[in-house]
């Protein structure tokens, strides 16, 4: 028999590709039950309700994402290097997956009906974890915010947002990445030291 973490993590696995390529409305418990290899019985053992199962595929996702992105800022590298890798895993991890479906804004939506709670703490965090990033790399003069004449947690909030508005922007999520590099490259040039600063 299998474990039953085991058998979560199974059909967690398989109901991403299922919800990407349905969308959340039209995916059904059976082919969820089809894509994990398991009876409808059995799937209904672990979740009572597709949505049961799209919020606890949304924590673990989340908790794992943010794992990652805490090893990307703890990282070597220039504080904004480490920026940008952990904005890569979190949009890697939590964005890219439904950026290439044909419901990614459906899929979006559910995200915050049925995890609104989960997705907003989420956020929270990383701009938590943003801004003690900029608050060291500007104690340890590596970057220098007062050109911008903002704290580090209200440009945290920027970048998470300036992430949400270019996720929104994007037709196919093709440039996700793209896009985001460049508002980065952007930001480092407005904090990056000058000569006589």
Not at 23 to 38: L, P
């Amino acid at each position: 028999m299998m474990q039953t973490d085991q058998k979560v993590d199974l059909i967690l696995d398989a109901a991403l590709p299922v919800f990407v390529r349905f969308g959340f409305r039209k995916t059904s418990m059976a082919d969820i039950a089809r894509a994990a290899g398991i009876s409808r019985a059995s799937l209904y053992l672990s979740f009572s309700s597709k949505e049961e199962l799209f919020r606890a595929g949304s924590i673990r996702a989340h908790t794992r994402t943010l794992k990652k992105v805490a090893a990307a800022l703890q990282d070597k590298g220039s504080a904004f290097d480490r920026m940008e890798r952990a904005i890569a895993a979190f949009q890697g991890e939590l964005i890219a997956p439904f950026g290439s479906s044909a419901d990614a804004e459906e899929l979006f939506a559910a995200n915050m009906a049925l995890a609104a709670d989960i997705t907003l703490d989420a956020r929270a965090r990383l701009v938590e974890m943003l801004a003690q990033s900029l608050t060291t790399a500007a104690e340890n003069e590596e970057i220098n915010l007062k050109p911008l004449q903002a704290p580090p947690a209200q440009l945290a909030n920027i970048i998470v947002a300036a992430m949400d508005g270019i996720k929104h922007a994007q037709g196919d999520g093709s440039n996700l990445q793209a896009d985001t590099r460049l508002f980065m490259r952007l930001l480092r040039e407005a904090v990056t030291f000058r000569s006589g600063q």
